[in-house]
């Protein structure tokens, strides 16, 4: 059994940064890509970012030049890294495993399998 577990997120002014954590056990996430979402209150999860199981990136448009999704196969985690902060920003942040092996990026909730349980992240302006 997959699971994903969460950390980094927090409390932080407008215009600071945060340093997401995705530890994954169960399963060696070097062949999956992994992807990060967000949920705000009343609000549907949307996509942030998502690295392939070659490095390969893809952001959501909020997400661009502000964040970079990394990951790291020996330690068998991901990091979401996050700067210049806003209010907006506020959420519940999830990491995801896309369980097709070698597969392309994607960006739909649906795709990805396995799910953490979030970590908050809330700005103040």
């Known amino acids: 059994q997959v699971q994903l577990v969460e950390s980094g997120g927090g409390l932080v002014q407008a215009g600071g940064s945060l340093r997401l954590s995705c530890a994954a056990s169960?399963?060696?996430?070097?062949?999956?890509?992994m992807g990060w979402f967000r949920q705000a209150p009343g609000k549907e999860r949307e996509f942030v970012a998502a690295?392939?199981?070659?490095?390969?990136?893809i952001y959501a448009d909020s997400a661009k030049g502000r964040s970079t999704v990394s990951r790291d196969n020996a330690k068998n985690t991901v990091y979401l890294q996050m700067n210049s902060l806003r209010p907006e920003d506020t959420a519940v942040y999830y990491c995801a495993l896309d369980t097709t092996a070698y597969g392309i990026l994607r960006t739909a909730p649906r795709a990805y399998e396995y799910w953490g349980q979030g970590t908050q992240v809330t700005v103040s302006s």
């Open positions: 690295i392939s199981w070659s490095g390969s990136l």
């Open positions: 169960g399963r060696t996430i070097s062949n999956f890509a």
